[in-house]
Nanobody, 123 residues
Framework: VQLQASGGGLVQARGSLRLSCAAS????????MGWFRQAPGKEREFVAA????????AYGDSVKGRFIISRDNTKNTVFLQMNGLKPEDTAVYYC?????????????????WGQGTQVTVSS
């Protein structure tokens, strides 16, 4: 499956952004979807994941209560609504797909990756 992330940009602290990741090539609803991010000089970290039906989600501790992951299987798209943004949220955000039943937080468990979209939060 091919993944194309979009929606990044420059936003002020406490602002909001909505990222999208469009999938193509295979049946989107067969994949668990995840978002990860990587800040300069840091390892890639888990942000959020959603089950194939959308009924189960998981979040990294640093974004719980601020970010919301969702998906629209009719549009082959997964979203990441980011609210209450902080400068420490600045990173390249990647979407990923996992051909499994289970939501996962480890990047090694994801099979396909998008190219990333830059999010910059100014203080």
């Amino acid at each position: 499956v091919q993944l194309q992330a979009s929606g990044g940009g420059l936003v002020q602290a406490r602002g909001s952004l909505r990222l999208s990741c469009a999938a193509s090539g295979r049946t989107f609803s067969n994949y668990v979807m995840g978002w990860f991010r990587q800040a300069p000089g840091k390892e890639r970290e888990f942000v959020a994941a959603i089950s194939r039906s959308g009924g189960s989600t998981a979040y990294g501790d640093s974004v719980k209560g601020r970010f919301i992951i969702s998906r629209d299987n009719t549009k082959n798209t997964v979203f990441l609504q980011m609210n209450g943004l902080k400068p420490e949220d600045t990173a390249v955000y990647y979407c990923a797909a996992r051909s499994s039943l289970n939501v996962a937080t480890k990047q090694a468990l994801y099979d396909f990756w998008g190219q990333g979209t830059q999010v910059t939060v100014s203080s």
